[in-house]
């Protein structure tokens, strides 16, 4: 193969590639920012049932309210900082294989 057709092979080869993954994190961010969403409104329903039971004096209403609302919402709550941590984790991934193929590229352009 001549010089020039290696080039563009793998130019050609990288651009699919990172094109790939620009595409699984374009769907990351996509689900990021729904996890995002859903995340700030158990945030608010957490802290809502939080400062209604420190405001509370009935014992039995208290349990009421964690046993309905509290522990739900904070189960749900925790779990969701957790899946985007993950997601945060998956973009940060992605996001080194687009910097290395760009690396790749730049230093291949340079040789030509």
């Known amino acids: 193969m001549e010089e020039t057709e290696v080039k563009s092979y793998l130019q050609k080869s990288l651009d699919e590639w990172k094109e790939d993954i620009t595409q699984v994190l374009d769907q990351i961010g996509l689900e ?29 209403i208290i349990e009421s309210i964690r046993e309905r609302y509290h522990r739900p919402f904070e189960e749900q709550y925790n779990q969701l900082k957790e899946y985007i941590k993950d997601l945060e984790e998956k973009r940060r991934v992605f996001q080194m294989f687009i910097h290395k193929i760009d690396e790749v590229t730049r230093k291949e352009a340079s040789r030509y």
């Open 32 to 60: 990021y920012e729904e996890v995002a969403q859903e995340l700030k409104v158990y945030s608010y329903k957490y802290g809502i049932t939080k400062q209604v039971i420190q405001s509370t004096v009935n014992d039995e």
